[in-house]
């Protein structure tokens, strides 16, 4: 079990990766040159999601604990199959929102996993300077007013200074608010809205980019995070961990147990995240 004094050290260094990358996404957000190109499956990757996973790979190198990144996917399992300590990182969360400059509700994904499961997460949202993080012990936190900076170096005091613990609301359920990808929509998502109608009443969508869904069910601000389309592990790891460091479960939509992780396919199956 992690003690105290490392849980800090390893927060303050998922936290000080994220804005650092966020510094670099922006940069090259602002000045539209997204070198566009297209990975093994067809889903578009940028100059953005490339330069913050080097960002991040190089930040967290000081930890000497291994990576697991969406731009590393390729790693044999034969490797990582043994790793009881981990980081999980989406550099990049949100790509199409990033490349249509549209909601900007991109964001940079850092979880620590213990023995397969989420353990500490960070989602930095660096067009509106928010930032979210989490620790099984502690609890799930946002903070405002976190600007992109190359050169963070925030000490943990400076982290939890002026943080908000989630929730800040509970949700009522009337209507049941249920978020839902801005960019995925599926048939199985729609029959599992279709349900939660049918069993609660009015629904209302509540369509959102990247893992910012899972930031407002541990906000309170949603009842339900429906996902019925095609995800992956790094999708998924830091906003579970700060859903459920706020209170939230998310679960298999099809088996209704939690979601496993470090598994020799990386695809997650369709889940839900509620509190």
Known sequence: MLEREQIDYLLVNAYNAAVRAGARIMEIYQ???????????????????????????????????????????????EERGTWDLFWMVDPLDGTREFIDHTSHQFTVNIALMVENEPFLGVIYVPY??????????????????VKPDAEALFAINEIYQGARQLPLTEATGSPLRVAVSRMATSPDTDRFVELLRQQGGEVE??????????????????????????????????GQAIAAAAGAKTLDMARGTVLKYNKDNLENPYFYCKK
């Open 31 to 77: 000045s539209g040159d997204l070198g566009i190109t297209l990975k093994s499956d067809n889903t578009p990757s940028t100059l953005a999601d490339r330069e913050a996973h080097q960002s991040i790979k190089q930040y967290l190198g000081q930890t000497r604990i291994p990576i697991l990144s969406e731009e590393g996917r390729n790693l044999l399992y």
């Open 205 to 238: 969508l509540v369509p959102t980019g990247s893992s910012l869904k899972f930031c407002l069910v541990a906000e309170g601000s949603v009842d339900y995070y429906v996902r019925g389309s095609l995800n992956y592990e790094w999708d998924t790891a830091a």
């Open 128 to 145: 509106f300077d928010k930032i979210y993080f989490s620790d099984m012990e502690r609890g799930a936190f946002v903070k405002e007013g």
